[in-house]
């Protein structure tokens, strides 16, 4: 019996592009709807065929689904957060959307989107029912273990991570901390900026946290972590990241924890 093609809503980064290739592999079709200005052209590469919106046609984005019989809607990808600040163009659907909202935050819009997706009889899938190989269990996943020092700011940033993460209600969220002092939350600019800020004020040895809420829509806005915040990490001088286990998506895993080895990172899931 033939599985049904799963939906995806792409959007930047290489995630969707890690997510086309594993549900491939599977052997599952994929119908890739990409959002315009957020989403790499690649994706054409990977999957050939694209249908392209915009970030606030939310009746084509129903419509599209609905002509290829699409039930299962994965949504991959960051969105940048100016983006709904800046010429924002909503059609009638996604304007009732947003007059419907309490607020903006990360829990209302998401939440509000996959509920008019509900009504429309399509389910909203957690990318990590088809990506387990990228989720890590939990322990040290480096050479390096954390040091006394690093596991207690690690500890003192999860809990602000967490108790930030839900005043703030967004789905995660990544913190900077030194000798447990909090040097930078993550706000809407994301997770390499707010390294890159609070690794200024660290100078070097800094330890990044990155939690994702216990509730709230996270299954529309997973955790992430890839080469490109790698980089970023190697780019401050930090020692150590922390991330949640069975909840944060790592990307070209290999590749990231070899390159955190070469640099004597430490990470650990827990």
Same mark, same amino acid.
């Given at each position: =019996?033939?599985? +049904?093609?799963?939906?995806?809503?792409?959007?930047?980064?290489?995630?969707?592009?890690?997510?086309?290739?594993?549900?491939?592999?599977?052997?599952?079709?994929?119908?890739?709807?990409?959002? !315009?200005?957020?989403?790499?052209?690649?994706?054409?590469?990977?999957?050939? !065929?694209?249908?392209?919106?915009?970030?606030?046609?939310?009746?084509?984005?129903?419509?599209?689904? @609905?002509?290829?019989?699409?039930?299962?809607?994965?949504?991959?990808?960051?969105?940048?957060?100016?983006?709904?600040?800046?010429?924002?163009?909503?059609?009638? *659907?996604?304007?009732?959307?947003?007059?419907?909202?309490?607020?903006?935050?990360?829990?209302?819009?998401?939440?509000?989107?996959?509920?008019?997706?509900?009504?429309?009889?399509?389910?909203?899938?957690?990318?990590?029912?088809?990506?387990?190989?990228?989720?890590?269990?939990?322990?040290?996943?480096?050479?390096?273990?954390?040091?006394?020092?690093?596991m207690r700011d690690i500890t003192f940033g999860k809990e602000?991570?967490?108790? =930030?993460? *839900?005043?703030?209600? =967004?789905?995660?969220?990544?913190?900077?901390?030194?000798? +447990?002092?909090?040097?930078?939350? *993550?706000?809407?600019?994301?997770?390499?900026?707010?390294?890159? +800020?609070?690794?200024?004020?660290?100078?070097? @040895?800094?330890?990044?946290? @990155?939690?994702?809420?216990?509730?709230? *829509?996270?299954?529309?806005?997973?955790?992430?972590?890839?080469?490109?915040?790698?980089?970023?990490?190697?780019?401050?001088?930090?020692?150590?990241?922390?991330?949640?286990? +069975? !909840?944060?998506?790592?990307?070209?895993?290999? !590749?990231?924890?070899? =390159?955190?080895?070469?640099?004597?990172?430490?990470?650990?899931?827990?």
């Amino acid at each position: =019996m033939q599985m +049904r093609a799963i939906g995806l809503l792409a959007g930047k980064g290489k995630f969707p592009l890690f997510f086309i290739r594993a549900l491939r592999k599977e052997g599952r079709e994929v119908v890739a709807i990409g959002i !315009k200005g957020e989403a790499s052209l690649r994706i054409e590469r990977e999957i050939g !065929k694209v249908y392209w919106i915009g970030l606030g046609e939310l009746k084509k984005l129903i419509k599209i689904l @609905k002509e290829e019989g699409i039930e299962e809607l994965a949504m991959v990808g960051r969105i940048s957060k100016d983006s709904l600040f800046t010429n924002l163009k909503l059609d009638n *659907e996604a304007r009732s959307l947003f007059a419907s909202l309490k607020d903006k935050s990360d829990d209302s819009l998401l939440g509000a989107l996959k509920d008019r997706l509900a009504q429309a009889g399509i389910r909203v899938a957690d990318p990590r029912e088809f990506l387990s190989s990228l989720i890590p269990q939990g322990g040290v996943l480096t050479k390096r273990s954390p040091s006394q020092d690093e596991m207690r700011d690690i500890t003192f940033g999860k809990e602000v991570a967490g108790k =930030m993460a *839900e005043a703030l209600k =967004m789905s995660s969220l990544t913190v900077v901390v030194k000798n +447990r002092v909090v040097l930078a939350v *993550e706000s809407a600019e994301g997770t390499d900026e707010t390294i890159r +800020r609070g690794g200024r004020l660290a100078k070097e @040895k800094a330890v990044v946290v @990155k939690v994702a809420r216990e509730e709230g *829509e996270i299954e529309l806005d997973l955790p992430v972590v890839g080469t490109e915040t790698l980089k970023v990490l190697k780019e401050v001088n930090a020692f150590c990241l922390a991330i949640d286990a +069975r !909840k944060t998506i790592l990307l070209d895993r290999e !590749k990231l924890i070899e =390159m955190a080895d070469e640099a004597g990172i430490a990470i650990i899931a827990q």
